[in-house]
């Protein structure tokens, strides 16, 4: 518990003297990683907004199969090309971002060479455009969450593996990892092992039938539960303690759960499979890990929501807003899936879209918004001023948050409906449909919320990252009386 | 060993027991069967499944390549679950149905109806009494179904492929396959719609789709419809 407290020097307010090389140190850190980190976070944007748009269209689609019907926007390339642009575009270069941040941050320096970084980020960023591209113009391959072809992942892994580098180099020390250091270098080192260990199994036709879609189906799984979920937990063991000026409320839980989440989130990936012609066993492993990783989630939220406890900081800050909130879906869509692995409740929701409403909670309600919380925090230091207006923070976090919550649950909800109908064979296929159909206009419109405060973030980021904001000295806070 | 030496082999042995669970396991269960078959004096018959070929393979790479995978699946589940009483298959689907399949196209969401049995004369998505139950779901109908399936199943939510058809001015003779459309879909006089190399591959392999051999891990196949609960 101590060595994790001593990363985390009291918020900048209270700052004493014996701070200030740490301080001058941290800014010429701040100075090296800029252009990386800041790339990265632009990319990412950019990915966010994009694929946004694409699942808009998608929302649309589902209810007006007839709208923008061309060939290369169709539903089943637009869909897949929309969810990887989002996992693989958005949340995987801000996560990267993140990483390269706050790794050089807790280690107390940059390794030289942070131009590769940049141009890792730049790999990883082609690699992105060639996949979503490639499923546009019909070259796909069938697996859910995978759907890049072999040579988008190439170009990515070789992108990771730069920045993987710089990460290593940067970090390299004796000392014990603290728990974000622990779960931030623990999800970029599955992300690289699994894209690669995945991707050549199937490319290789080492394995075939069945094992491939395992096989992509693990790394897909990983993608989501063993890359960006922990980065998100990462980012909240380094920004709850620093922005509330409280430790870590218990350092030695927080290591037994991170055991605990990697092996269990590690068994799950079948769990999307259950029911169809994967071996019992396995599907029986993958269900109980569902309901196991509710004691790693759980445990470490109520980890980060006691270290929180009692600072008069968390409403006003605006990244501790955004955490928070990514923390708190976060327990429910992990709850959401226990749930869900049962097999009474499988066999009804399953391939319809509750799946798809869980990936959106977890995607856009929790690791997006842990993802704004920690930009939020990170580019002033970068640009050395503060956010331009609270307002349009606030704005954002209501677009973000309700229409991602909206979203999901409108997809949860036709899930549900549907699902139940679909496996009763009394009723009719066209009836399953119809009563998932209801909800589709609530999805639709959740995206208005959506694209809404996603462009305003994207304007007030791009006006940070060139600077334009208040003075650097008093953070931007969202409630009025705090700022003094 | 270093700290974060050891930090990194507990997570590396993390990572081989996901892997070892996930993938390497299920690949030594069900990654090297075989085709089932019967021998009898030295004769074999009866091999299921067998590699699919000709035109149908091509048709497979268009179905994914479009992206058919997104809304539907091809998966029978076992008596717990309504597939075989919907009418999409007469058993659940095993490991080794899609042993020729690289790679297979299981797809997850369900906004149409499961395939995997599409291609057989038995497949049906309504109730076996219905009325609009389409009397023959051929060629001509599926070609009808792709280019326009409103045309064929009334309030259908599959948007249309007609990018997979083209058309054509009739020189001469009507072309053999071009569509018998409604007269409000049908193009102007001395034109004709016709589908594509791409299009005949589709159904060709939409065709092909039947995962109704018995396999004796799949348990009995189905005749009537198996009780229920």
């Known amino acids: ?484 | 060993m270093s700290r974060s030496g050891s930090f990194f082999t507990g997570l590396f042995a993390c990572f081989a027991l996901s892997f070892g669970v996930a993938v390497l396991a299920p690949h030594y269960q069900i990654g090297t069967l075989i085709p089932s078959f019967k021998e009898e004096d030295g004769v074999i018959s009866d091999v299921y499944p067998t590699a699919p070929g000709g035109n149908a393979a091509n048709g497979r790479s268009v179905y994914i390549s479009e992206g058919c995978q997104a809304c539907h699946s091809q998966v029978v589940r076992g008596s717990e679950s309504a597939d075989i009483e919907r009418g999409w298959g007469v058993r659940r689907t095993v490991a080794r149905d899609y042993i020729f399949e690289l790679p297979p196209v299981l797809g997850s969401t369900r906004l149409g109806p499961d395939l995997a049995n599409v291609g057989s004369d038995k497949w049906r998505n309504e109730p076996e009494l219905d009325k609009v139950r389409p009397s023959k779901r051929d060629s001509a109908w599926q070609f009808l179904h792709l280019y326009h399936p409103t045309a064929v199943v009334k309030g259908s939510n599959m948007p249309s492929y007609a990018h997979l058809f083209e058309k054509r001015k009739v020189s001469g003779h009507a072309s053999l396959d071009a569509l018998k459309l409604p007269v409000d879909l049908a193009p102007e006089r001395g034109f004709e719609i016709i589908p594509t190399a791409d299009a005949k591959a589709l159904v060709a392999y939409l065709s092909s789709l039947n995962r109704s051999s018995p396999l004796k891990e799949a348990g009995a196949v189905a005749a009537v419809a198996p009780s229920k609960k």
């Open chain 1, 1 to 484: 518990m101590t060595e994790v407290a001593s990363h985390h020097a009291p918020a900048p307010q209270t700052s004493t003297v014996t701070d200030l090389t740490l301080v001058s140190n941290r800014s010429a850190i701040d100075a090296a990683v800029r252009p990386a980190v800041v790339s990265l976070f632009l990319s990412g944007v950019a990915w966010l907004l994009l694929s946004t748009l694409f699942a808009a269209a998608v929302a649309v689609k589902l209810h007006f199969p007839s709208f923008l019907n061309w060939s290369f926007l169709s539903f089943g390339r637009l869909a897949p090309a929309a969810d990887a642009a989002f996992v693989y575009g958005w949340c995987s270069t801000a996560c990267l971002g993140v990483a390269v941040w706050i790794i050089a941050r807790l280690s107390g320096r940059a390794a030289p060479g942070t131009s590769l970084v940049s141009f890792g980020a730049l790999l990883w960023n082609g690699g992105v455009l060639i996949g979503v591209l490639s499923i546009l113009l019909g070259n796909q391959r069938p697996f859910n969450g995978l759907e890049f072809p072999l040579a988008a992942f190439i170009v990515m892994f070789a992108g990771l593996c730069l920045v993987s580098v710089w990460l290593a180099i940067t970090y390299y020390s004796d000392s014990t990892p603290s728990l974000s250091v622990m779960f931030v270098s623990g999800g970029v080192a599955w992300l690289g092992w699994s894209l690669l260990t995945g991707n050549l199994l199937v490319a290789s036709h080492s394995v075939t039938g069945v094992v491939q879609q395992l096989a992509a189906t693990w790394v897909s799984s990983g993608a989501l539960w063993l890359w960006i979920v922990p980065v998100i937990l990462g980012i909240a063991y380094f920004l709850v303690p620093k922005v509330t000026g409280q430790p870590v409320f218990s350092g030695p839980l927080g290591r037994s759960l991170f055991w605990l989440y990697f092996v269990t989130a590690g068994v799950i990936s079948a769990s999307r499979l259950s029911g169809g012609p994967v071996p019992l066993w396995l599907s029986s492993i993958a269900a109980s890990g569902c309901i196991l990783l509710l004691v790693p989630v759980l445990g470490t939220v109520y980890n980060l929501f006691a270290t929180a406890k009692g600072a008069t900081v968390t409403t006003a800050s605006p990244s501790m807003r955004f955490v928070l909130f990514g923390l708190s879906v976060l327990g429910v869509a992990t709850v959401l899936s226990a749930i869900s692995s049962l097999r009474a409740v499988d066999y009804s929701v399953h391939y319809t879209l509750f799946d798809n409403g869980l990936r959106a909670l977890l995607l856009r309600g929790a690791a997006s918004m842990v993802l704004f919380g920690a930009i939020y925090y990170i580019m002033p230091r970068l640009s050395g001023c503060e956010w331009l207006s609270s307002s349009l923070i606030s704005l954002h976090f209501l677009g973000s948050a309700y229409g991602g919550c909206m979203g999901a649950a409108m997809l949860i909800l036709s899930g549900l409906a549907s699902g139940s109908a679909l496996n009763d064979a009394d009723s009719n296929f066209s009836q399953v449909l119809e009563l998932g159909n209801s909800y589709y206009w609530g999805h639709t419109m959740s995206f208005v919320l959506l694209l809404g405060g996603y462009f305003l973030f994207a304007m007030h980021f791009l006006l940070m990252a060139v600077r334009i904001g208040q003075p650097a000295g008093e953070p931007t806070l969202l409630n009025s009386h705090h700022e003094h």
